[in-house]
């Protein structure tokens, strides 16, 4: 086998049960081998394939857990929005309409402009460990602005969803249900082909359940599959929704009821909870706590977007979960990483199990419980992403001789 061993791991994630403890497969004193760029073989040290190997890195006794799945994203706009964020933070609330602003700008951008922050921000993520990233269009809101925005990020990403019902542009104002039946026809039958998923801003100030429903059944008929940013500011009905139209995924869900709550957990639609967003508006976190005791299955995304959360790093979202969200350190890893793939309806992403992608992080700490026990430090030393490094080891250790 010619492939690249990861050995003297000190404690390995592999989201595996089968592998090792526990819901994340966590194994100490761990080697892993990629081949072909997917893990071939990952265990305790002392079983070792023979020849497994024609290149060996060192991981010095720190820990190893598969890249994070960022399944939100907000990647392909244009402009800034600090005045917007610091009046937030001198006591403005957060409101649907600031999308409107960063619509205006990214409409005036030039496509090799718009292209570029979508490279920088996938650069950005990769770097603190993310190896897989939605992003969503919904800042062109015309025909030919949605589908440029997806075009530009679909040399970054597969995950692709269309999010032409973000907010309803000025020039369709107190013309909702005009704008929603553009959406439903000329800018899908556009859109519909570079995209995998459709999703809808479904909360006061966007678009209601009605809407929401309509847009939701028009990407259907189109090949797409729904996931829906849904109870973010308010109750309302966007987590039903979701699973009545078995959603992959509902996003933010902060202001939910026990029928909510319980409708999810009998579902297969996971929690995608962002708590960037919540750190970023100043709101009320979601309780993640409540989710998961019910049975929920929970993801944790980082919502990188201009207004509410501008932020790539999830890391930092997993500190936040951990100290905010009554998340235990293991459940916001493992959100972050399987919980991602799962609302991403991914099965090669997210572990570390035989046949999975070799998507793979080496922290700068004994153990992945580090991530929120050390808020803010950069622990990300090095990724791998399909087997291929993503830059240098930041502090290597040095190499022990091996056999
Ligand atoms: O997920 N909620 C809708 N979309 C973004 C916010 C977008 C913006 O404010 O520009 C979100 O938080
Ligand atoms: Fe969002």
Not at 154 to 164: S, V
Request: charged share 20%; proline share 6%; with cysteine.
């Amino acid at each position: 086998m010619a492939g690249l061993l990861i050995d003297n791991i000190g404690s390995l994630v592999t989201n595996d049960p089968s592998l090792g403890d526990g819901p994340l497969g966590l194994l100490s004193d761990a080697a892993l081998v990629v081949a072909d760029g997917v893990v071939a073989w990952a265990g305790p040290r002392r079983s070792i394939p023979e020849g497994a190997a024609t290149e060996r890195v060192d991981a010095g006794g720190r820990a190893v857990l598969p890249g994070f799945v960022d399944s939100h994203g907000h990647l392909a706009f244009a402009g800034d929005r600090t005045a917007e964020f610091a009046a937030r933070m001198s006591g403005q609330p957060y409101t649907a309409g600031g999308i409107r602003t960063t619509v205006a700008a990214t409409r005036a951008a030039s496509r090799t402009d718009l292209g570029g922050t979508v490279a920088v921000l996938v650069a950005e993520a990769l770097r603190s460990g993310t190896t897989t990233i939605e992003c969503k269009s919904g800042y062109g809101l015309t025909v030919a602005d949605e589908q440029r925005s997806l075009e530009v990020a679909a040399a970054h990403t597969d995950e692709l969803t269309f999010l032409g019902a973000h907010v309803v542009p000025p020039e369709y104002a107190d013309r909702a249900d005009d704008y929603v039946d553009l959406v439903c026809s000329t800018m899908l039958d556009a859109c519909a082909p570079t995209a995998r998923w459709i999703d809808v801003f479904c909360e006061r100030g966007a678009f209601d359940g009605d809407q929401t429903r309509a847009v939701l059944r028009a990407g259907v008929a189109r090949g797409l599959v729904p996931r829906l940013h849904a109870n973010q500011l308010g109750p309302g009905p966007g987590v039903q929704i979701a699973v009545e139209f078995d959603a992959a995924s509902a996003d933010h869900v902060t202001h939910v009821t026990d029928g909510d709550v319980e409708a999810l957990a009998a579902s297969r639609t996971v929690a995608t909870l962002l708590p960037g967003a919540e750190f970023s508006t100043r709101a009320p976190y979601p309780d993640a706590r409540r989710l998961l005791d019910a049975g929920v299955t929970v993801a944790l995304a980082a919502d990188c977007n201009p207004g509410s959360s501008f932020t790539t790093n999830m890391p930092f979202c997993i500190a936040v979960a951990v100290r905010e969200m009554r998340m235990t350190p293991d459940e916001a890893v493992w959100a972050a990483t399987l919980g991602g793939a799962r609302a991403l309806r991914r099965s090669d992403a997210g572990h570390l199990g035989v046949g999975a992608r070799a998507d793979v992080v080496l922290l700068d700490a004994p153990s992945h419980v580090h991530l929120s026990y050390r808020p803010g430090v950069p622990l990300v030393a090095r990724v791998w992403r399909g087997g291929v490094a993503a830059g240098e080891d930041r502090s290597p250790t040095p190499a022990e001789p091996s056999g």
